[in-house]
């Protein structure tokens, strides 16, 4: 069975430039999250998905960042106009919501470079 | 979600054991205790999880003290392929168990051939 796919896995781009990462959950999995990891630090969460649902979305710089998960699947996020200090690993996980424990699947990452 | 602490990196010797210290002192009664572990140009992946009693699985065993202000996972016999950064978080289990991942630094774990 595929993992969480994450593409692209590195992007180059000039400060004030937008930018996009696509995620792609494992199958069946109704709950997204995307985690921002700035270099020798640990995941943070940016938003978190219930299906199409954002219900976690209070660390997410609104001013510049969006996400979306149409159809509860697939989902993107955006930042317009990137910044230097936008610089960072993208990751993006999924799980299954049920009232138990549920291990995170996460993605290999996106690498962002603002130059 | 309640702190923890970690040294900040451990060194082991190819096929030798590894204990990865955490100590969690505030600890709630609801919380578990779950190991995550993030080998280089990866994503973290989920190694281990608890809340009372040991555990074993086939990748590591997690110790947990009695009174749950700290936890060890054990890696039996290390390899190349398990120098990693290792995280111990804490995940409330009274909500949903979708709730994120509070991650630290972690330990970064050196394995020496």
């Known amino acids: 069975e595929a993992g969480v796919v994450q593409s692209p896995r590195y992007k180059i781009i000039e400060k004030k430039q937008p930018v996009a990462f696509w995620c792609n959950p494992i199958?069946?999995?109704?709950?997204l999250y995307w985690y921002l990891q700035n270099l020798g630090q640990g995941p943070e969460l940016l938003i978190r998905?219930?299906?199409?649902?954002?219900?976690?979305d209070s660390q997410l710089p609104k001013d510049r960042f969006s996400a979306e998960r149409l159809k509860g699947v697939d989902s993107t996020l955006k930042i317009q106009p990137a910044e230097l200090g936008d610089s960072a690993v993208y990751l993006c996980a999924s799980s299954f919501r049920d009232r138990h424990y549920n291990e995170q699947f996460f993605g290999p990452g996106t690498r962002l470079t603002v130059l | 979600d309640a702190k923890t602490t970690q040294p900040n990196s451990m060194e082991s010797n190819e096929e030798e054991p590894v204990h990865l210290p955490c100590n969690h002192s505030?600890?709630?009664?609801?919380?578990?205790i779950h190991w995550y572990r993030q080998l280089p140009s990866q994503g973290p992946e989920y190694v281990i999880h608890g809340l009372t009693s040991n555990v074993n699985n086939r990748m590591a065993s997690l110790a947990i003290a009695e009174d749950r202000k700290s936890s060890t996972l054990i890696l039996h016999r290390a390899t190349l392929r398990d120098a990693a950064v290792y995280y111990c978080?804490?995940?409330?289990?009274?909500?949903?168990?979708?709730?994120?991942?509070?991650f630290g630094k972690g330990t970064r774990l050196s394995v020496i051939a």
């Open positions: 998905y219930e299906n199409e649902e954002a219900v976690d």
């Open positions: 978080i804490l995940r409330d289990a009274a909500g949903s168990g979708n709730t994120p991942l509070v």
């Open positions: 199958s069946g999995h109704n709950t």
């Open positions: 505030t600890i709630s009664g609801t919380d578990y």
